[in-house]
Protein backbone atom coordinates (compact mmCIF):
# COMPACT_ATOMS: atom_id res chain seq x y z
CA UNK A 1 0.00 0.00 0.00
CA UNK A 2 1.43 3.74 -1.08
CA UNK A 3 2.09 5.46 1.44
CA UNK A 4 -0.43 8.41 2.53
CA UNK A 5 0.65 11.98 1.96
CA UNK A 6 0.17 14.47 4.85
CA UNK A 7 -3.26 16.73 4.20
CA UNK A 8 -5.05 19.21 5.74
CA UNK A 9 -4.34 22.10 7.72
CA UNK A 10 -1.51 20.62 9.25
CA UNK A 11 0.23 20.13 5.90
CA UNK A 12 0.06 23.95 4.94
CA UNK A 13 0.88 24.69 8.51
CA UNK A 14 4.42 23.19 8.56
CA UNK A 15 5.13 23.66 4.86
CA UNK A 16 4.69 27.53 5.62
CA UNK A 17 6.78 27.54 8.38
CA UNK A 18 9.44 25.18 6.53
CA UNK A 19 9.39 27.17 3.61
CA UNK A 20 9.79 30.74 5.04
CA UNK A 21 13.20 29.73 7.26
CA UNK A 22 13.95 28.72 4.02
CA UNK A 23 13.70 31.46 1.99
CA UNK A 24 15.00 33.67 4.75
CA UNK A 25 18.18 31.69 4.96
CA UNK A 26 18.30 31.76 1.14
CA UNK A 27 17.65 35.84 0.96
CA UNK A 28 21.14 36.16 3.10
CA UNK A 29 23.17 33.89 0.45
CA UNK A 30 21.31 35.24 -2.39
CA UNK A 31 22.08 39.16 -1.19
CA UNK A 32 25.56 38.44 -0.82
CA UNK A 33 26.26 36.65 -4.66
CA UNK A 34 23.91 39.01 -6.36
CA UNK A 35 25.69 42.14 -4.52
CA UNK A 36 29.25 41.12 -5.22
CA UNK A 37 28.97 40.48 -8.65
CA UNK A 38 29.16 43.04 -11.77
CA UNK A 39 29.71 41.07 -15.02
CA UNK A 40 31.76 43.70 -17.55
CA UNK A 41 29.26 43.03 -20.52
CA UNK A 42 26.90 45.19 -17.96
CA UNK A 43 23.35 43.26 -19.44
CA UNK A 44 21.98 45.12 -16.18
CA UNK A 45 22.74 48.70 -17.32
CA UNK A 46 21.55 48.12 -20.61
CA UNK A 47 18.09 47.56 -19.22
CA UNK A 48 18.44 50.26 -17.11
CA UNK A 49 19.38 52.57 -20.05
CA UNK A 50 16.36 51.01 -22.37
CA UNK A 51 13.53 50.84 -18.79
CA UNK A 52 14.45 54.62 -18.46
CA UNK A 53 13.83 55.92 -21.47
CA UNK A 54 10.66 54.21 -21.76
CA UNK A 55 9.39 55.90 -18.44
CA UNK A 56 10.65 59.08 -19.76
CA UNK A 57 8.09 58.90 -22.20
CA UNK A 58 10.42 57.80 -25.28
CA UNK A 59 8.14 55.38 -28.08
CA UNK A 60 9.40 52.09 -27.94
CA UNK A 61 10.66 50.54 -30.74
CA UNK A 62 10.05 53.14 -33.03
CA UNK A 63 12.68 55.23 -30.76
CA UNK A 64 14.04 52.54 -28.33
CA UNK A 65 15.47 49.90 -30.95
CA UNK A 66 15.24 46.60 -28.59
CA UNK A 67 14.17 42.75 -29.37
CA UNK A 68 12.69 42.26 -26.52
CA UNK A 69 8.47 42.05 -26.25
CA UNK A 70 6.17 45.09 -24.56
CA UNK A 71 4.75 42.47 -22.01
CA UNK A 72 8.58 42.96 -20.51
CA UNK A 73 8.71 47.12 -20.50
CA UNK A 74 4.99 47.07 -19.81
CA UNK A 75 5.83 45.02 -16.12
CA UNK A 76 8.49 47.72 -15.48
CA UNK A 77 6.08 50.21 -16.22
CA UNK A 78 4.02 48.69 -13.32
CA UNK A 79 7.17 48.40 -11.11
CA UNK A 80 9.06 51.42 -11.44
CA UNK A 81 6.59 54.03 -12.60
CA UNK A 82 3.17 53.01 -10.29
CA UNK A 83 4.89 50.91 -7.55
CA UNK A 84 7.84 53.53 -7.75
CA UNK A 85 10.76 51.40 -6.78
CA UNK A 86 14.13 53.13 -7.97
CA UNK A 87 15.06 52.63 -11.11
CA UNK A 88 19.13 51.50 -9.95
CA UNK A 89 21.60 49.07 -9.86
CA UNK A 90 21.14 48.45 -5.93
CA UNK A 91 17.17 48.26 -6.28
CA UNK A 92 16.74 46.04 -9.24
CA UNK A 93 19.12 43.60 -7.47
CA UNK A 94 16.73 43.68 -4.53
CA UNK A 95 13.86 42.86 -7.39
CA UNK A 96 16.07 40.18 -8.98
CA UNK A 97 16.25 38.72 -5.49
CA UNK A 98 12.97 38.13 -4.96
CA UNK A 99 12.25 37.12 -7.96
CA UNK A 100 14.90 34.60 -7.56
CA UNK A 101 13.37 33.41 -4.17
CA UNK A 102 9.69 33.05 -5.94
CA UNK A 103 11.21 30.82 -9.22
CA UNK A 104 12.31 28.77 -6.23
CA UNK A 105 9.24 29.05 -4.30
CA UNK A 106 7.16 28.41 -6.98
CA UNK A 107 8.65 24.98 -8.23
CA UNK A 108 8.40 24.04 -4.77
CA UNK A 109 5.14 24.58 -4.43
CA UNK A 110 4.11 22.67 -7.80
CA UNK A 111 5.64 19.70 -6.11
CA UNK A 112 4.27 20.41 -2.62
CA UNK A 113 1.04 21.11 -4.42
CA UNK A 114 0.51 17.45 -5.47
CA UNK A 115 2.93 15.48 -3.63
CA UNK A 116 1.96 16.71 -0.12
CA UNK A 117 5.74 15.96 1.53
CA UNK A 118 7.67 18.43 3.30
CA UNK A 119 11.01 17.09 2.38
CA UNK A 120 10.01 16.92 -1.19
CA UNK A 121 8.82 20.67 -1.16
CA UNK A 122 12.03 21.81 0.79
CA UNK A 123 14.33 19.67 -1.58
CA UNK A 124 12.53 21.25 -4.57
CA UNK A 125 12.98 24.70 -3.42
CA UNK A 126 17.38 24.12 -2.25
CA UNK A 127 17.89 22.67 -5.76
CA UNK A 128 16.38 25.17 -7.59
CA UNK A 129 17.57 28.00 -5.95
CA UNK A 130 20.77 27.04 -6.10
CA UNK A 131 20.14 25.89 -10.20
CA UNK A 132 19.18 29.96 -11.13
CA UNK A 133 22.22 31.21 -9.31
CA UNK A 134 23.15 32.77 -12.68
CA UNK A 135 20.39 35.33 -11.63
CA UNK A 136 23.09 37.41 -10.24
CA UNK A 137 25.37 37.58 -13.49
CA UNK A 138 22.35 39.78 -15.26
CA UNK A 139 19.56 41.76 -12.86
CA UNK A 140 16.71 42.58 -14.36
CA UNK A 141 17.00 40.92 -17.54
CA UNK A 142 13.47 39.58 -19.37
CA UNK A 143 14.35 36.26 -18.81
CA UNK A 144 13.49 36.42 -15.07
CA UNK A 145 10.18 37.93 -15.86
CA UNK A 146 9.22 35.47 -18.52
CA UNK A 147 10.73 32.53 -16.06
CA UNK A 148 7.68 33.62 -13.50
CA UNK A 149 5.12 33.51 -16.29
CA UNK A 150 6.14 29.72 -16.80
CA UNK A 151 5.91 29.67 -12.95
CA UNK A 152 2.23 30.55 -13.08
CA UNK A 153 1.59 28.32 -15.68
CA UNK A 154 2.90 25.08 -13.98
CA UNK A 155 0.77 26.61 -11.28
CA UNK A 156 -2.59 26.99 -12.33
CA UNK A 157 -3.36 22.89 -12.60
CA UNK A 158 -3.71 23.25 -8.91
CA UNK A 159 -6.74 25.48 -9.49
CA UNK A 160 -8.13 22.44 -12.34
CA UNK A 161 -11.48 21.23 -11.20
CA UNK A 162 -13.45 19.48 -14.47
CA UNK A 163 -15.96 22.29 -14.46
CA UNK A 164 -13.51 24.78 -14.46
CA UNK A 165 -11.41 22.90 -17.03
CA UNK A 166 -11.62 25.75 -19.44
CA UNK A 167 -10.65 28.54 -17.36
CA UNK A 168 -7.30 26.57 -16.88
CA UNK A 169 -7.10 26.13 -20.19
CA UNK A 170 -7.83 29.68 -20.98
CA UNK A 171 -4.96 30.96 -18.15
CA UNK A 172 -2.18 28.50 -20.18
CA UNK A 173 -3.01 30.30 -23.48
CA UNK A 174 -2.70 33.21 -21.62
CA UNK A 175 0.21 33.00 -19.65
CA UNK A 176 1.99 31.24 -23.28
CA UNK A 177 0.39 34.46 -25.55
CA UNK A 178 2.13 36.98 -22.68
CA UNK A 179 5.70 35.09 -23.23
CA UNK A 180 5.57 35.74 -26.82
CA UNK A 181 6.05 39.19 -25.81
CA UNK A 182 8.59 39.21 -23.29
CA UNK A 183 11.11 37.05 -25.44
CA UNK A 184 9.65 35.52 -28.80
CA UNK A 185 11.42 32.26 -28.64
CA UNK A 186 10.28 31.33 -25.34
CA UNK A 187 6.74 32.15 -26.81
CA UNK A 188 7.24 30.08 -29.93
CA UNK A 189 8.14 27.25 -27.22
CA UNK A 190 4.93 28.18 -25.35
CA UNK A 191 2.71 27.43 -28.53
CA UNK A 192 4.43 24.15 -28.80
CA UNK A 193 3.15 23.29 -25.06
CA UNK A 194 -0.17 23.96 -25.43
CA UNK A 195 -0.46 22.27 -28.87
CA UNK A 196 1.68 19.28 -26.85
CA UNK A 197 -1.00 19.52 -23.93
CA UNK A 198 -3.99 19.26 -26.46
CA UNK A 199 -3.08 15.87 -28.47
CA UNK A 200 -2.07 14.13 -25.23
CA UNK A 201 -5.14 14.60 -23.32
CA UNK A 202 -7.70 15.35 -26.64
CA UNK A 203 -10.99 13.38 -26.13
CA UNK A 204 -11.06 10.15 -28.43
CA UNK A 205 -12.50 11.79 -32.00
CA UNK A 206 -11.77 10.95 -35.98
CA UNK A 207 -9.39 13.79 -35.58
CA UNK A 208 -7.09 12.82 -32.80
CA UNK A 209 -5.01 10.29 -34.75
CA UNK A 210 -4.57 13.52 -37.07
CA UNK A 211 -2.90 16.47 -33.85
CA UNK A 212 -1.27 13.99 -32.71
CA UNK A 213 1.03 12.73 -35.51
CA UNK A 214 0.82 16.70 -36.40
CA UNK A 215 2.46 17.44 -33.06
CA UNK A 216 4.49 14.38 -33.43
CA UNK A 217 6.17 15.92 -36.51
CA UNK A 218 6.31 19.43 -35.41
CA UNK A 219 8.75 18.57 -31.85
CA UNK A 220 10.45 16.33 -33.62
CA UNK A 221 11.21 18.81 -36.03
CA UNK A 222 11.59 21.79 -34.07
CA UNK A 223 15.30 21.79 -32.79
CA UNK A 224 16.74 20.68 -36.13
CA UNK A 225 15.07 23.22 -37.78
CA UNK A 226 15.94 26.32 -35.04
CA UNK A 227 19.83 25.52 -35.17
CA UNK A 228 19.64 24.57 -39.16
CA UNK A 229 22.49 27.55 -39.11
CA UNK A 230 24.77 25.76 -36.98
CA UNK A 231 24.09 22.41 -37.97
CA UNK A 232 26.56 22.72 -41.58
CA UNK A 233 29.58 24.33 -40.39
CA UNK A 234 32.52 22.18 -39.63
CA UNK A 235 32.02 22.27 -35.74
CA UNK A 236 28.12 21.28 -36.32
CA UNK A 237 29.19 18.15 -34.03
CA UNK A 238 27.88 19.90 -30.47
CA UNK A 239 25.22 20.81 -32.45
CA UNK A 240 23.98 17.82 -33.61
CA UNK A 241 24.21 16.25 -30.24
CA UNK A 242 22.16 19.31 -29.05
CA UNK A 243 19.35 18.67 -31.25
CA UNK A 244 19.15 15.45 -31.28
CA UNK A 245 19.38 15.14 -27.46
CA UNK A 246 15.93 17.60 -27.65
CA UNK A 247 14.42 14.77 -30.32
CA UNK A 248 15.11 12.01 -28.10
CA UNK A 249 13.53 13.77 -24.99
CA UNK A 250 10.62 14.53 -26.78
CA UNK A 251 10.24 11.57 -28.63
CA UNK A 252 10.19 9.17 -25.36
CA UNK A 253 7.49 12.03 -23.69
CA UNK A 254 5.51 11.26 -26.69
CA UNK A 255 5.75 7.75 -26.95
CA UNK A 256 4.74 7.72 -23.26
CA UNK A 257 2.05 10.15 -23.12
CA UNK A 258 0.09 9.58 -25.90
CA UNK A 259 0.41 5.86 -24.51
CA UNK A 260 -0.84 6.98 -20.89
CA UNK A 261 -4.21 5.67 -19.81
CA UNK A 262 -3.85 8.64 -17.08
CA UNK A 263 -4.06 11.44 -19.64
CA UNK A 264 -6.59 9.91 -21.89
CA UNK A 265 -9.16 9.56 -19.37
CA UNK A 266 -9.18 13.69 -19.45
CA UNK A 267 -10.71 13.79 -22.41
CA UNK A 268 -9.99 17.49 -22.99
CA UNK A 269 -12.72 19.09 -25.70
CA UNK A 270 -12.30 21.07 -28.43
CA UNK A 271 -13.84 23.79 -25.90
CA UNK A 272 -10.71 23.88 -23.80
CA UNK A 273 -9.13 24.23 -27.08
CA UNK A 274 -11.21 27.32 -28.08
CA UNK A 275 -10.94 28.72 -24.50
CA UNK A 276 -6.77 28.31 -24.74
CA UNK A 277 -6.80 29.99 -28.01
CA UNK A 278 -8.92 32.95 -26.77
CA UNK A 279 -6.67 33.15 -23.95
CA UNK A 280 -3.48 33.47 -26.11
CA UNK A 281 -5.19 35.88 -28.27
CA UNK A 282 -6.76 37.87 -25.55
CA UNK A 283 -3.22 38.19 -23.90
CA UNK A 284 -1.49 39.60 -26.55
CA UNK A 285 -4.49 42.16 -28.11
CA UNK A 286 -4.32 43.70 -24.35
CA UNK A 287 -0.49 43.77 -24.15
CA UNK A 288 0.02 44.65 -27.80
CA UNK A 289 -3.05 47.69 -27.28
CA UNK A 290 -1.55 48.94 -24.39
CA UNK A 291 1.73 49.64 -25.95
CA UNK A 292 0.34 50.97 -29.38
CA UNK A 293 -1.52 53.75 -26.84
CA UNK A 294 2.32 55.03 -25.89
CA UNK A 295 2.87 55.98 -29.40
CA UNK A 296 4.42 52.62 -31.01
CA UNK A 297 3.49 51.48 -34.50
CA UNK A 298 3.00 48.50 -35.14
CA UNK A 299 4.99 47.82 -38.13
CA UNK A 300 8.23 48.71 -35.62
CA UNK A 301 6.45 46.41 -33.32
CA UNK A 302 6.79 43.19 -35.45
CA UNK A 303 10.08 44.36 -36.53
CA UNK A 304 12.28 44.58 -33.10
CA UNK A 305 10.25 41.69 -31.73
CA UNK A 306 10.56 39.49 -34.65
CA UNK A 307 12.46 40.14 -37.42
CA UNK A 308 15.21 42.15 -34.87
CA UNK A 309 16.47 38.75 -32.96
CA UNK A 310 17.64 37.20 -36.66
CA UNK A 311 19.94 39.42 -37.03
CA UNK A 312 21.35 38.90 -33.77
CA UNK A 313 21.76 35.37 -34.25
CA UNK A 314 24.42 35.94 -36.88
CA UNK A 315 26.37 38.07 -34.21
CA UNK A 316 26.42 35.55 -31.55
CA UNK A 317 26.91 32.25 -33.85
CA UNK A 318 30.17 34.35 -35.58
CA UNK A 319 31.87 34.49 -31.95
CA UNK A 320 31.92 30.68 -31.61
CA UNK A 321 29.65 29.56 -28.30
CA UNK A 322 28.74 26.20 -28.45
CA UNK A 323 26.16 24.12 -26.69
CA UNK A 324 27.88 21.94 -23.88
CA UNK A 325 26.62 18.88 -25.27
CA UNK A 326 29.02 15.87 -26.18
CA UNK A 327 28.39 12.70 -28.07
CA UNK A 328 27.68 10.71 -25.07
CA UNK A 329 25.19 12.90 -23.41
CA UNK A 330 23.46 11.83 -26.74
CA UNK A 331 24.09 8.17 -26.54
CA UNK A 332 22.51 8.67 -23.15
CA UNK A 333 19.26 10.50 -24.56
CA UNK A 334 19.20 7.21 -27.20
CA UNK A 335 19.08 4.87 -23.78
CA UNK A 336 16.31 7.16 -22.19
CA UNK A 337 14.33 6.79 -25.72
CA UNK A 338 14.68 3.24 -25.72
CA UNK A 339 13.54 2.93 -22.27
CA UNK A 340 10.44 4.64 -22.57
CA UNK A 341 9.05 2.39 -25.88
CA UNK A 342 10.04 -0.75 -23.94
CA UNK A 343 8.07 0.86 -21.07
CA UNK A 344 5.07 1.11 -23.15
CA UNK A 345 6.19 -2.27 -24.36
CA UNK A 346 5.63 -3.50 -20.86
CA UNK A 347 2.45 -1.54 -20.41
CA UNK A 348 0.41 -3.31 -23.19
CA UNK A 349 1.20 -6.34 -22.99
CA UNK A 350 0.14 -6.21 -19.22
CA UNK A 351 2.97 -7.29 -17.61
CA UNK A 352 2.32 -4.58 -14.84
CA UNK A 353 4.45 -6.18 -12.25
CA UNK A 354 7.76 -5.68 -14.65
CA UNK A 355 6.77 -2.45 -15.60
CA UNK A 356 5.54 -0.98 -12.12
CA UNK A 357 9.27 -2.03 -11.16
CA UNK A 358 11.08 -0.90 -13.92
CA UNK A 359 9.62 2.60 -13.29
CA UNK A 360 10.34 2.42 -9.67
CA UNK A 361 13.47 1.82 -10.36
CA UNK A 362 14.07 4.46 -13.37
CA UNK A 363 12.19 7.58 -10.64
CA UNK A 364 14.28 6.74 -7.75
CA UNK A 365 17.40 6.59 -10.04
CA UNK A 366 16.62 9.82 -11.97
CA UNK A 367 15.70 11.71 -8.79
CA UNK A 368 19.10 10.87 -6.82
CA UNK A 369 20.94 11.45 -10.27
CA UNK A 370 19.44 14.68 -10.66
CA UNK A 371 20.48 15.94 -7.07
CA UNK A 372 23.67 14.90 -7.86
CA UNK A 373 24.10 16.93 -11.37
CA UNK A 374 22.67 20.19 -9.83
CA UNK A 375 25.24 19.78 -7.46
CA UNK A 376 28.18 19.41 -10.37
CA UNK A 377 26.49 22.08 -12.34
CA UNK A 378 23.96 23.79 -15.10
CA UNK A 379 25.90 21.66 -18.01
CA UNK A 380 25.64 18.86 -16.53
CA UNK A 381 21.40 19.10 -16.24
CA UNK A 382 21.51 20.74 -19.50
CA UNK A 383 22.86 17.39 -21.07
CA UNK A 384 21.44 14.68 -18.84
CA UNK A 385 18.20 15.73 -17.32
CA UNK A 386 15.50 16.78 -19.80
CA UNK A 387 15.79 12.70 -21.98
CA UNK A 388 14.18 11.38 -19.03
CA UNK A 389 11.58 13.60 -18.18
CA UNK A 390 8.75 11.48 -19.54
CA UNK A 391 9.09 9.42 -16.21
CA UNK A 392 6.41 11.69 -14.48
CA UNK A 393 4.04 10.45 -16.89
CA UNK A 394 4.65 6.62 -15.94
CA UNK A 395 1.43 5.32 -14.39
CA UNK A 396 1.38 4.33 -10.98
CA UNK A 397 1.07 0.95 -10.28
CA UNK A 398 -1.97 1.48 -7.26
CA UNK A 399 -2.84 5.24 -6.48
CA UNK A 400 -5.85 6.71 -8.20
CA UNK A 401 -4.79 9.91 -9.59
CA UNK A 402 -7.20 13.23 -9.22
CA UNK A 403 -8.05 15.26 -12.60
CA UNK A 404 -5.78 18.02 -10.80
CA UNK A 405 -2.81 15.59 -10.55
CA UNK A 406 -3.33 14.25 -13.90
CA UNK A 407 -3.29 17.70 -15.45
CA UNK A 408 -0.19 18.90 -13.28
CA UNK A 409 1.44 16.06 -14.31
CA UNK A 410 1.03 16.66 -18.10
CA UNK A 411 1.79 19.80 -17.67
CA UNK A 412 5.02 20.44 -15.56
CA UNK A 413 6.86 17.93 -18.49
CA UNK A 414 5.32 19.83 -21.32
CA UNK A 415 6.22 23.61 -20.33
CA UNK A 416 10.00 21.99 -19.04
CA UNK A 417 10.98 20.25 -22.64
CA UNK A 418 10.54 22.63 -25.31
CA UNK A 419 12.53 25.56 -23.21
CA UNK A 420 15.77 23.31 -23.03
CA UNK A 421 16.01 25.23 -26.66
CA UNK A 422 15.88 28.59 -25.10
CA UNK A 423 19.86 28.36 -24.88
CA UNK A 424 20.52 28.81 -28.69
CA UNK A 425 22.25 30.54 -29.66
CA UNK A 426 23.86 32.05 -26.16
CA UNK A 427 24.33 28.79 -23.74
CA UNK A 428 25.00 30.94 -20.80
CA UNK A 429 22.59 31.90 -17.74
CA UNK A 430 20.39 30.69 -20.68
CA UNK A 431 21.18 27.02 -19.55
CA UNK A 432 19.51 27.71 -16.03
CA UNK A 433 16.48 29.08 -17.02
CA UNK A 434 15.67 26.79 -19.66
CA UNK A 435 16.01 23.80 -17.73
CA UNK A 436 15.09 24.79 -14.10
CA UNK A 437 11.41 22.99 -14.58
CA UNK A 438 13.03 19.68 -14.90
CA UNK A 439 13.86 19.80 -11.37
CA UNK A 440 10.35 19.66 -9.78
CA UNK A 441 9.83 16.93 -12.48
CA UNK A 442 12.66 14.99 -11.08
CA UNK A 443 11.60 15.78 -7.25
CA UNK A 444 8.34 14.54 -8.05
CA UNK A 445 9.49 11.26 -9.50
CA UNK A 446 11.79 10.52 -7.02
CA UNK A 447 8.97 10.77 -4.53
CA UNK A 448 6.63 8.33 -6.50
CA UNK A 449 9.13 6.55 -6.87
CA UNK A 450 9.42 6.01 -2.98
CA UNK A 451 6.06 5.78 -2.18
CA UNK A 452 5.40 2.74 -4.46
CA UNK A 453 8.50 1.20 -3.87
CA UNK A 454 7.10 0.42 0.06
CA UNK A 455 4.46 -1.53 -1.75
CA UNK A 456 6.47 -4.48 -3.57
CA UNK A 457 8.90 -4.25 -0.46
CA UNK A 458 8.88 -7.41 1.90
CA UNK A 459 6.15 -6.83 5.19
CA UNK A 460 9.13 -6.34 7.47
CA UNK A 461 10.83 -3.79 5.40
CA UNK A 462 7.34 -2.07 5.32
CA UNK A 463 7.67 -2.15 9.08
CA UNK A 464 10.31 0.10 9.74
CA UNK A 465 9.81 1.68 6.37
CA UNK A 466 9.17 5.25 8.29
CA UNK A 467 12.87 5.18 9.50
CA UNK A 468 14.12 4.47 6.05
CA UNK A 469 12.06 7.01 4.29
CA UNK A 470 13.49 9.37 7.18
CA UNK A 471 16.93 8.52 6.68
CA UNK A 472 17.20 8.56 2.58
CA UNK A 473 15.19 12.32 2.96
CA UNK A 474 18.13 13.34 5.46
CA UNK A 475 20.76 12.11 3.31
CA UNK A 476 18.85 13.88 -0.10
CA UNK A 477 18.49 17.24 2.03
CA UNK A 478 22.00 16.55 2.96
CA UNK A 479 23.66 16.58 -0.14
CA UNK A 480 21.13 19.46 -1.62
CA UNK A 481 22.02 22.21 1.61
CA UNK A 482 26.01 21.05 1.91
CA UNK A 483 27.54 22.41 -1.44
CA UNK A 484 24.75 25.03 -1.44
CA UNK A 485 26.11 26.10 2.04
CA UNK A 486 29.57 26.31 1.06
CA UNK A 487 29.13 28.50 -1.72
CA UNK A 488 27.13 30.38 0.04
CA UNK A 489 30.03 30.50 2.88
CA UNK A 490 32.42 31.11 -0.22
CA UNK A 491 30.14 34.37 -1.17
CA UNK A 492 30.11 35.81 1.76
CA UNK A 493 33.86 35.77 2.60
CA UNK A 494 34.34 36.80 -1.29
CA UNK A 495 31.67 39.70 -0.43
CA UNK A 496 33.47 40.62 2.91
CA UNK A 497 37.06 40.90 0.73
CA UNK A 498 35.65 43.32 -2.02
CA UNK A 499 34.20 47.16 -1.67
CA UNK A 500 31.44 49.22 -1.86
CA UNK A 501 31.45 50.82 -5.92
CA UNK A 502 30.45 53.98 -3.68
CA UNK A 503 28.92 55.19 -6.97
CA UNK A 504 25.32 56.73 -7.35
CA UNK A 505 22.47 54.02 -7.61
CA UNK A 506 24.81 51.76 -6.70
CA UNK A 507 26.51 51.91 -3.36
CA UNK A 508 25.63 48.02 -2.26
CA UNK A 509 27.22 46.84 -4.93
CA UNK A 510 30.64 45.57 -4.51
CA UNK A 511 33.35 44.27 -6.85
CA UNK A 512 36.98 43.96 -6.61
CA UNK A 513 39.09 47.01 -5.14
CA UNK A 514 40.73 46.98 -8.03
CA UNK A 515 37.79 47.45 -10.17
CA UNK A 516 36.32 50.00 -7.87
CA UNK A 517 39.27 51.73 -8.31
CA UNK A 518 38.80 51.90 -11.91
CA UNK A 519 35.22 52.36 -12.22
CA UNK A 520 34.85 55.47 -10.05
CA UNK A 521 38.17 56.99 -11.48
CA UNK A 522 36.50 56.73 -15.14
CA UNK A 523 32.90 58.19 -13.78
CA UNK A 524 34.73 61.07 -12.10
CA UNK A 525 36.77 61.56 -15.86
CA UNK A 526 33.65 61.75 -17.33
CA UNK A 527 31.42 63.55 -15.09
CA UNK A 528 34.57 66.47 -15.19
CA UNK A 529 35.42 66.15 -18.88
CA UNK A 530 32.48 64.89 -21.18
CA UNK A 531 29.01 66.42 -21.94
CA UNK A 532 28.50 62.41 -23.32
CA UNK A 533 30.48 59.19 -24.01
CA UNK A 534 29.96 55.85 -25.36
CA UNK A 535 31.26 52.74 -24.35
CA UNK A 536 32.22 49.89 -27.02
CA UNK A 537 31.27 47.31 -24.94
CA UNK A 538 28.06 48.77 -23.56
CA UNK A 539 28.93 49.48 -19.49
CA UNK A 540 25.79 51.66 -19.84
CA UNK A 541 25.48 51.82 -15.62
CA UNK A 542 28.02 54.33 -15.96
CA UNK A 543 25.12 56.61 -17.53
CA UNK A 544 23.38 56.28 -13.94
CA UNK A 545 26.83 56.56 -12.24
CA UNK A 546 27.77 59.85 -14.02
CA UNK A 547 24.14 61.28 -14.38
CA UNK A 548 25.32 61.67 -18.53
CA UNK A 549 22.89 60.94 -20.98
CA UNK A 550 23.60 58.45 -23.82
CA UNK A 551 24.43 60.48 -27.47
CA UNK A 552 21.23 58.69 -29.07
CA UNK A 553 18.62 56.52 -28.66
CA UNK A 554 20.77 53.26 -29.55
CA UNK A 555 21.51 51.47 -27.13
CA UNK A 556 24.70 48.94 -27.16
CA UNK A 557 24.59 46.08 -25.41
CA UNK A 558 27.64 43.36 -24.96
CA UNK A 559 29.31 44.10 -28.59
CA UNK A 560 28.64 47.26 -30.87
CA UNK A 561 29.22 44.62 -33.45
CA UNK A 562 25.23 43.40 -32.95
CA UNK A 563 23.76 46.46 -34.51
CA UNK A 564 23.73 47.27 -38.51
CA UNK A 565 26.24 49.20 -40.19
CA UNK A 566 23.74 52.02 -40.03
CA UNK A 567 23.60 52.23 -36.65
CA UNK A 568 27.36 51.98 -36.31
CA UNK A 569 27.87 54.64 -38.36
CA UNK A 570 24.58 56.82 -36.38
CA UNK A 571 26.22 56.24 -33.29
CA UNK A 572 29.70 57.90 -33.96
CA UNK A 573 27.80 60.56 -35.84
CA UNK A 574 25.85 61.57 -32.48
CA UNK A 575 28.80 61.20 -30.56
CA UNK A 576 30.83 63.63 -32.67
CA UNK A 577 27.78 66.04 -32.74
CA UNK A 578 28.81 66.99 -28.78
CA UNK A 579 30.55 69.25 -27.61
CA UNK A 580 33.05 67.07 -25.18
CA UNK A 581 32.35 63.41 -26.44
CA UNK A 582 34.78 60.58 -24.65
CA UNK A 583 34.80 57.53 -26.57
CA UNK A 584 35.24 54.81 -23.82
CA UNK A 585 37.04 51.48 -25.35
CA UNK A 586 37.52 48.28 -24.46
CA UNK A 587 38.29 45.02 -26.44
CA UNK A 588 35.35 43.61 -27.17
CA UNK A 589 35.17 39.20 -27.45
CA UNK A 590 33.12 40.20 -30.45
CA UNK A 591 35.54 42.62 -32.09
CA UNK A 592 37.95 40.18 -32.46
CA UNK A 593 35.50 38.32 -35.18
CA UNK A 594 35.26 41.75 -36.92
CA UNK A 595 37.81 44.06 -36.56
CA UNK A 596 36.91 45.97 -39.79
CA UNK A 597 33.37 46.82 -38.27
CA UNK A 598 32.12 50.32 -39.56
CA UNK A 599 32.10 51.30 -35.79
CA UNK A 600 35.59 50.37 -35.15
CA UNK A 601 36.99 51.79 -38.54
CA UNK A 602 35.00 55.38 -37.65
CA UNK A 603 36.97 54.96 -34.13
CA UNK A 604 40.21 54.67 -35.70
CA UNK A 605 39.69 57.60 -37.95
CA UNK A 606 38.55 59.93 -35.45
CA UNK A 607 39.55 59.23 -32.23
CA UNK A 608 43.01 59.46 -30.38
CA UNK A 609 43.79 58.08 -27.11
CA UNK A 610 43.39 60.47 -24.14
CA UNK A 611 43.46 58.50 -21.08
CA UNK A 612 44.24 54.76 -19.48
CA UNK A 613 42.30 53.20 -16.81
CA UNK A 614 42.93 50.15 -15.37
CA UNK A 615 41.29 47.22 -16.28
CA UNK A 616 41.95 47.79 -20.27
CA UNK A 617 39.68 51.18 -20.23
CA UNK A 618 41.06 53.72 -23.08
CA UNK A 619 39.31 56.80 -23.09
CA UNK A 620 39.27 58.66 -26.15
CA UNK A 621 38.70 61.86 -27.56
CA UNK A 622 38.00 63.39 -31.23
CA UNK A 623 41.03 63.93 -33.50
CA UNK A 624 39.62 67.74 -34.28
CA UNK A 625 41.10 71.61 -32.94
CA UNK A 626 40.88 71.65 -29.30
CA UNK A 627 38.72 74.70 -29.67
CA UNK A 628 35.76 72.64 -31.63
CA UNK A 629 35.06 70.14 -28.88
CA UNK A 630 35.30 72.51 -26.27
CA UNK A 631 37.90 71.36 -23.85
CA UNK A 632 40.95 73.43 -22.15
CA UNK A 633 44.46 72.78 -23.79
CA UNK A 634 46.01 70.57 -20.97
CA UNK A 635 42.47 68.17 -20.92
CA UNK A 636 43.88 66.14 -23.51
CA UNK A 637 47.83 66.44 -23.49
CA UNK A 638 47.91 63.76 -21.03
CA UNK A 639 48.03 61.08 -23.74
CA UNK A 640 47.79 58.44 -20.78
CA UNK A 641 47.96 57.80 -17.28
Known amino acids: ?73 LFKGVVHGLLGLPLTNDAVRFLTLGIWLLLALGCACAVGTHRRRLTATGLTFLLVFRHLIDCTNEPSHPQEFAAGLLILAVLAPACFRRRSAAWTAAALGALAGTMLLVKVNIGLFGLVTLAGIGATAAAPSRWRGLLRGAVALGCLALPWVLLRASLMGPEAGPYIAYASIVSLALLGSLVVGYGSSDFSSLRLAWGAATAAALGWLGAIAIVIGAVLTTGTTLTSLCQCIFLTPLQFMPAFAAFGWEPPVTTFAAGCAAIAAAMAVLMCVLHHRRQPRRSAWLGILLKIGYGAAMVGWVTMGRPTVFQFAAPWAWLLWVPRPSPTLSDRDRIGRLVLPWFALPQLLLPYP ?216
Not at 22 to 38: P, Q, R
Not at 485 to 495: D, I, L, P, S
Not at 560 to 575: D, P
Request: hydrophobic share 45%.
Open 426 to 641: VPGSQIAFGTFLLIPVSVWCLWDGLEDLRGFLPRPVQAHWAGLYALFALLAMAATAGPLAKHVRAARWQYLASEPLGLPGAHLVRVEPKMADAYRTMAGLLREHADTFLCSIGLNSMYHWTGLKPPCAIVISHAVTMRTNAEQQLLIASLLAHTRPILVYHESLFERGSPDAPFFQLVRANFREWRVVDEGYQLMVPIAPESAIGHASETYTTGGR
Open 1 to 73: MAQVPERGWLWQYRALIGLTVLCALAAIGGYWDLFNTFQFYDDEGYFLVVVRNFLDGAVLYDTISTCYGPAYF
